[in-house]
């Protein structure tokens, strides 16, 4: 079996990275398992709730970097209340007390505070990483801390957070002596940024790559910021309204073309689109654009720019790209792999807004594409066929038609069978959102040719219990099931309860599952945490006489090898 | 096969037929109803607060969903602060020049981007590198040459602070940066 000694097989895992890989290999024998446990130092953890600090400590002594996810996804859309858990605060204690060598903390969807934020800066003498993506709950008083205790501080990088800004000096907390800055990322913060203090920042940060800025830096502090850091691989501009023959302008122009490094730029929060022009001569070396907060630049000024991307490799835009538009990119970007196009106009019906022509003509120019989130006002089956002829290596499919339960808008039919060819032709699909008008006949297919996919997100679709059957009997390895306002009940819940050991969560709300269902499924498998959201007073839910068949709001359920969770608020019943 | 009717069209309401009043806030319906078996979107129950901007002939608004379409509360937030920012422009025609004495050239700016009074004085600061000094009620600005002043409808010179910040928005024709022995006339605390 194990014909080496164990300081060869660590080294051997040092080359295994990645977190499926090597939690395979502590699976082959209790030496192996060993082995790995004390090398490894990076931990990924998928729920914070499957778990909890003790256990990670017991196995991983040696952890330098975690990784932790808080609430569902759907938390993203507001159908989590925001009390709902996901608290750091207990992770960040356990682990200061038991002294490991924490260097790199990434939290997606969690509550932070002031309070961890501070205990995080003081218990980690090589704290070098910070990433906080979609959290909540903490201000600029954290930041501070963070700032000022953290003496190697490479990576601040903040995310779409929710942060109270109190317009402090978190900046200015940053020590002279701090020059390690390699990301600087504050681009969700509302407030007042100390220019000064930023300008000094950057320009004792030799090593700074990826700057993002917020909305109140303007642009002649952006001129001075890219003037002293020509080394930006990364650059998120914050407001960029100006009137192009002032002096910060033609400062900012020269600037620009001193930064050969600039691989990828976003932000232009605010910007007026005339002032693009200034970053074309550095568009031929970008492989990452992000315009998808830049709502005030049109159509004609996205695709002067973009025609001068030949080699984006990521880009974000919003739907006033128009189809038009997405044929250039097309034309353009030959090595495109991953698109994103947000929809712009959220309220009315949206002239601008694109539809499957724009998808076909992504499809037929990208042979590259493997990864797509695309927001329309339609879609075809027939499109959907010819994008799946086009791009059998897609890993990731959203599609998010924007009225709900729209059907095919030149047949009238479901988008069943779009929705099949491309599960069928895309071998390696690992997560796919769907919409539209859609039967229990596109989760037939779903189950049959989906054999790698991770992540599903319904809503509004299906017609019987049948539909959530075929997925949860045909797609092997799936992890996350999401489902809204789609008509599966306790049937579809309760026929394999083994299933959800191989997942990490399923959710469903405003589906028909009923009180008992969830009851039922809480015995027959004690090893799930079964959570029942209920805004309205969950008391009431027992008193009432049909309680039995009272329809549940919204279900949450994962695996769990700690049990019930003791931080859940009144809302949240854990059966 | 259900379909997405939309109410609207049909319904009976006391405006001039092709208008439509825009929405100051999302209005969100929750789709929680027990009694659906498929929860579509209602139409036309939650009837919008008229708003005091412009009004859409087209296309008829459809009822919100919570939580739909699936974009970031961030995301949205963020569209609908800059999209706020895109009207008020087309609103309120707004950017208006600044001048300061002894400056070469004028500058332009839309007084109806920033949240107040102080928001736009510091902006005014960086813009033209000088010190505003401190605003009181009485006295006007002291502790600086320089003093903020805007001209009205009316076409008369007048200090900047005295009036609300939204009355300031509507009446503020141009601004001009006072400096020196000009500036004492209106009163910077001699």
Known sequence: ?575 | MDEFINLKETELRLGLPGTENVCEEKETVSCCNNSNKRALPSGSENETESSTRKTETSPPRKAQIVGWPPVRSYRIKNNIQTKKNETDHEVQGSYVKVSMDGAPYLRKIDPSCYKGYSELLKALEVMFKFSVGEYFEREGYKGSDFVPTYEDKDGDWMLVGDVPWEMFLCTCKRLRIMKGSEAKGLGCGV
């Not at chain 1, 909305?215 to 890219?226: E, Q, S, W, Y």
């Not at chain 1, 050991?501 to 008992?516: A, D």
Request: proline share 4%; aromatic share 8%.
């Open chain 1, 1 to 575: 079996m194990n014909y080496f000694p164990d300081e060869v097989v660590e080294h051997v895992f040092d080359f295994v990275t990645s977190h499926k890989d090597r939690n395979a290999i502590s699976l082959v024998c209790k030496s192996w398992y060993k082995i790995e446990r004390y090398s490894r130092q990076k931990v990924f953890i998928g729920n914070c709730y499957a778990t909890n600090p003790e256990r990670l400590l017991r196995r991983f002594p040696c952890l330098k970097s975690l990784t932790l996810k808080g609430k569902p996804h759907f938390a993203d859309f507001n159908l989590v209340p925001h009390e709902w858990g996901g608290f750091v605060q207990p992770w960040i204690e356990a682990l200061a007390r038991s002294r490991v060598g924490l260097e790199e903390l990434r939290l997606k969807r969690m509550v932070v505070t002031d309070e961890s934020l501070e205990l995080l800066s003081r218990s980690f003498v090589n704290f070098k990483s910070l990433v906080l993506v979609s959290c909540e709950g903490f201000t600029t008083d954290g930041l501070a801390s963070i700032a000022a205790n953290c003496r190697h501080l490479r990576d601040l990088d903040l995310q779409e957070n929710e942060i109270d800004d109190h317009r402090g000096q978190w900046l200015s907390c940053f020590p002279d002596t701090c020059t390690t800055l390699v990301t600087l990322n504050f681009a969700c913060l509302e407030g007042e940024t100390n220019l000064v203090a930023l300008e000094r920042l950057v320009a004792r940060s030799p090593n700074l790559k990826s700057l993002k800025l917020n909305r109140a830096v303007p642009l002649d502090a952006l001129a001075r910021l890219m003037s002293c850091a020509p080394q930006m691989v990364d650059l998120g501009v914050g407001s960029y309204e100006n009137d192009p023959d002032s002096e910060s302008y033609l400062k900012l122009q020269a600037a620009i073309k001193k930064c050969t490094s600039l691989r990828s730029l976003s932000g232009f929060l605010e910007a007026a689109p005339h002032c693009l022009s200034a970053f074309h001569p550095i568009c031929h070396n970008l492989t990452s654009l992000n315009l998808s907060y830049a709502a005030e630049i049109h159509g004609s000024h996205l695709i002067k720019l973009i025609q001068h991307c030949k080699k984006l490799q990521r880009l974000w835009i919003l739907d006033s790209i128009g189809d038009k538009g997405l044929e250039v990119v097309a034309s353009t970007c030959k090595e495109l792999q991953e698109l994103r196009v947000f929809p712009s106009d959220l309220v009315g019906g949206g002239n601008t807004a694109v539809t499957e022509e724009g998808l076909v003509a992504i499809s037929a120019g990208c042979p590259k594409l493997h990864s797509i989130l695309y927001f329309c006002q339609q879609m075809t089956n027939a499109a959907l066929v010819t994008v799946a002829k086009n791009c059998p290596n897609f890993i990731r499919f959203r599609l998010c038609i924007l009225e709900p339960n729209k059907p095919d808008h030149v047949t009238s039919q479901p988008l069943d069978e779009g929705f099949g060819a491309i599960v069928k032709a895309c071998k390696n699909l690992r997560r796919l959102s769907l919409s539209g008008l859609l039967t229990d006949q596109v989760f037939l297919y779903i189950g049959m040719y989906a054999n790698q996919l991770e992540m599903l997100s319904i809503a509004f679709a299906g017609d019987t219990d049948k539909g959530m059957l075929y997925v949860l009997n045909g797609c092997k390895k799936m992890k996350k099931l999401e489902i809204r306002d789609s008509p599966f009940g306790d049937t579809a819940l309760l026929a394999d309860v083994s299933k959800y050991e191989t997942m990490r969560s399923l959710w469903m709300s405003s589906c028909e599952v009923t009180l008992s269902g969830c009851k039922r499924l809480a015995e027959k498998a004690p090893w799930l945490n079964v959570e029942i959201i209920n805004e309205t007073d969950n008391n009431r839910m027992e008193e009432n006489g049909h309680e039995g068949r009272q329809k549940v709001d919204k279900l949450y359920l994962y695996r769990t090898v700690v049990g019930t969770r003791m931080d859940a608020p009144p809302f949240v019943w854990i059966l």
